[in-house]
C-alpha cells in the first residue's frame, strides 16, 4: 500500500506557495503532543493544538524535506522489528555490563550504505543509535558508509550484514529506493572492518 503524503501539490508548488496541511503528519503529531502535555481537552487547548499544528510545519516549511510516497506496511513492519531488538538489545546489554567485563568486544563497524537517499540513511543510523549496544558516530557521505560503535561484537561482518538485513533494507522498501552500491561496497567495507 503507497499513500502520498500530500498528493494535491507537485514539489514546485509546494515550495512556492505552500499549503496549511504541506506536512500533515507532523501537524497531527503536534497537535497530539501537544494535548497529551497539556492533558487536556478543553476548547482552549484543542484549539491551541490546532494553531501549533497548523502553524509549525508552516513556519518550518523550508527547512523540512518532502519524503515522496511511504509505503506505510513495510513501515509498520520495520517498527515492529526495531521495537523488539531495543527490548532485547537492552537485555543484552544489562547482562553484559553487569557480569565481567571481559565479555565485552568493543569494535568499530564501517557499515557500507546502499543508497544516497537522505531520510534512508538518516533513519537508518538513528536506528542504529536507538539500538542499545550501538551508536551511529559518523555518517560518511563520501565513504559512502555509517560508522558505527558496538559495545559487543565477536563477528563484525554478521554484524553489518544483520544491520542492513534488519533495517537498511526494510527503509528502502518504505521509500522505494532501489541499491545502487551494493555489491561494491560490501567487499570494501568487509576488507577495512577490523579482526
Same mark, same amino acid.
Given at each position: 500500500?503507497?499513500?502520498?503524503?500530500?498528493?494535491s501539490?507537485?514539489?514546485?508548488?509546494?515550495?512556492? @506557495? +505552500?499549503? #496549511? /496541511?504541506?506536512? =500533515?503528519?507532523?501537524?497531527?503529531?503536534?497537535? %497530539?503532543?501537544? !494535548?497529551?502535555?497539556?492533558?487536556?481537552?478543553?476548547?482552549?487547548?484543542?484549539?491551541s493544538?490546532?494553531?501549533?499544528?497548523?502553524?509549525?510545519?508552516?513556519?518550518?516549511?523550508?527547512?523540512?524535506?518532502?519524503?515522496?510516497?511511504?509505503?506505510?506496511?513495510?513501515?509498520?513492519?520495520?517498527?515492529?522489528?526495531?521495537?523488539w531488538?531495543?527490548?532485547?538489545?537492552?537485555?543484552?546489554?544489562?547482562?553484559?555490563?553487569?557480569?565481567?567485563?571481559?565479555?565485552? @568486544? +568493543?569494535? #568499530? /563497524?564501517?557499515? =557500507?550504505?546502499?543508497?544516497?537517499?537522505?531520510? %534512508?540513511?538518516? !533513519?537508518f543510523?538513528?536506528?542504529?543509535?536507538?539500538?542499545?549496544?550501538?551508536?551511529?558516530?559518523?555518517?560518511?557521505?563520501?565513504?559512502?558508509?555509517?560508522?558505527?560503535?558496538?559495545?559487543?561484537?565477536?563477528?563484525?561482518?554478521?554484524?553489518?550484514?544483520?544491520?542492513?538485513?534488519?533495517?537498511?533494507?526494510?527503509?528502502?522498501?518504505?521509500?522505494?529506493?532501489?541499491?545502487?552500491?551494493?555489491?561494491?561496497?560490501?567487499?570494501?567495507?568487509?576488507?577495512?572492518? +577490523?579482526?
Open positions: 500500500m503507497t499513500i502520498p503524503l500530500n498528493p501539490a507537485t514539489a514546485t508548488d509546494r515550495d512556492a @506557495h +505552500p499549503s #496549511w /496541511l504541506a506536512h =500533515p503528519v507532523l501537524s497531527v503529531l503536534l497537535a %497530539v503532543c501537544w !494535548l497529551a502535555l497539556s492533558r487536556s481537552v478543553e476548547v482552549f487547548h484543542l484549539l493544538a490546532l494553531l501549533i499544528g497548523l502553524v509549525v510545519p508552516r513556519l518550518l516549511h523550508g527547512f523540512l524535506l518532502t519524503t515522496g510516497r511511504i509505503r506505510w506496511w513495510p513501515a509498520l513492519r520495520l517498527m515492529r522489528v526495531v521495537l531488538d531495543i527490548v532485547m538489545s537492552n537485555i543484552t546489554v544489562a547482562k553484559l555490563v553487569l557480569g565481567p567485563l571481559e565479555r565485552m @568486544h +568493543p569494535a #568499530w /563497524l564501517p557499515v =557500507p550504505l546502499a543508497c544516497d537517499h537522505a531520510h %534512508v540513511n538518516a !533513519l543510523a538513528a536506528i542504529i543509535t536507538t539500538t542499545p549496544g550501538t551508536v551511529s558516530c559518523v555518517v560518511n557521505e563520501r565513504r559512502h558508509e555509517i560508522l558505527v560503535h558496538a559495545l559487543n561484537c565477536d563477528d563484525a561482518q554478521a554484524m553489518i550484514d544483520d544491520m542492513k538485513n534488519r533495517y537498511e533494507a526494510p527503509l528502502m522498501a518504505i521509500f522505494g529506493v532501489t541499491a545502487v552500491r551494493e555489491a561494491a561496497t560490501q567487499g570494501a567495507a568487509h576488507e577495512r572492518t +577490523p579482526a
